[in-house]
């Protein structure tokens, strides 16, 4: 089974920075491209980031120029680091496979909450 464990969520203020960590077990992590994609109460789960195993990368619309993704195949870990955060930007936030579907299933992902 791939294992998905995400760490590094918390509660930042409004134009604070919060770096996300998501490693990766079970699968061929380096030729898989990754995905980062969040969920906030009540709302559908959506899609943030992408990153494809040569390295090129996506971002939706809200979080561009803001949020980077990147990974460390060494390590088999993906990273989301956020900055400029918004009140929007709360919600729990999950990785899992770029290039769904198919998904592995999703792990407890980490809340983020960002206060005005």
């Known amino acids: 089974q791939v294992q998905l464990v995400e760490s590094g969520g918390g509660l930042v203020q409004a134009g604070g920075s919060l770096r996300l960590s998501c490693v990766v077990s079970g699968t061929i992590f380096s030729i898989k491209a990754m995905g980062w994609y969040r969920q906030a109460p009540g709302k559908p789960r959506e899609w943030v980031a992408r990153i494809t195993r040569f390295g090129g990368t996506n971002y939706a619309d809200s979080v561009k120029g803001r949020f980077t993704i990147s990974r460390d195949n060494a390590m088999n870990t993906v990273y989301l680091q956020m900055n400029s955060l918004k009140p929007e930007d709360t919600a729990v936030y999950y990785c899992?496979?770029?290039?769904?579907?198919?998904?592995?299933?999703w792990g407890q992902g980490t809340q983020v909450t960002v206060s005005s």
């Open positions: 899992n496979y770029g290039d769904g579907p198919p998904y592995a299933s």
